[in-house]
């Protein structure tokens, strides 16, 4: 089972390029998530996705945009980096109803410089 | 919102050693308490999970304990070994994941 995807591993940008992570589940979940790990602070939510065709704002989205292609993919896009956005981003995915696993991809390591 | 506070940041133990990890959090209808494991390059995974509802939870050398009132809950490992090492996450919510907030992380080194 491959669970969740996300491409690329790794990833440097110049301040003000634009680029889009991707991420796709195989496990049919409802939700998606996508969250930023910096040092000392630990995950942090970006947005979210409750259903296909719904997306919400998490703890820090400031500087982002989402889209929910459809029920398997949840893309996270940059439209002008910036060197704050230096991170590592996780997509995750979680089954419907409360208090469920959430399953996390491997991670994007992304440098602005 | 909640916000969840994770002691200590590093742990070293000799293998064989128990370690033990503790967080606060602040909401009150927080009641959902998860833990997870992240290994050098890889997304964290959930190792254990507690519910508002139960005071202690074990699974094999893993347990977890919850203090309401205090706010505060803790993952112990038991007889630990190398590939106990990793970083661990404990998280809380109030059932939803969308409202999931993460402890800042420890580092454990299981030293052989």
């Known amino acids: 089972n491959a669970g969740v995807t996300q491409t690329p591993k790794f990833q440097v940008l110049k301040t003000g390029q634009s680029m889009t992570l991707q991420c796709a589940q195989d496990?049919?979940?409802?939700?998606m998530y996508w969250y930023r790990q910096d040092p000392g602070m630990g995950l942090r939510l970006i947005y979210y996705?409750?259903?296909?065709?719904?997306?919400d704002k998490g703890e820090v989205p400031n500087g982002y945009n989402v889209s929910r292609l459809n029920k398997r993919e949840f893309s996270l896009r940059l439209e002008s980096a910036a060197p704050s956005q230096t991170s590592v981003y996780f997509c995750?995915?979680?089954?419907?109803?409360?208090?469920?696993?959430?399953?996390f991809g491997q991670g994007t390591r992304l440098t602005v410089v | 919102g909640e916000n969840v506070e994770q002691h200590p940041s590093t742990l070293s133990v000799q293998e064989g050693d128990s370690a033990v990890i503790k967080c606060t959090y602040s909401d009150s209808a927080s009641n959902y308490f998860p833990w997870y494991k992240q290994e050098l390059g890889k997304g964290p995974q959930l190792i254990i999970d507690i519910r508002s509802n139960v005071g202690e939870k074990k699974d094999q050398r893993i347990a977890v304990t919850l203090n309401k009132t205090a706010k505060h809950f803790s993952l112990h490992i038991t007889e630990t070994q190398p590939e106990d090492s990793a970083v661990y996450f404990c998280?809380?919510?109030?059932?939803?994941?969308?409202?999931?907030?993460f402890g800042a992380g420890t580092r454990l080194t299981v030293k052989p």
């Open positions: 996705s409750a259903s296909e065709g719904t997306t």
């Open positions: 995750a995915s979680s089954g419907q109803g409360s208090n469920t696993e959430a399953f």
């Open positions: 496990m049919n979940h409802n939700s």
């Open positions: 998280a809380a919510s109030t059932g939803n994941n969308n409202d999931m907030r």
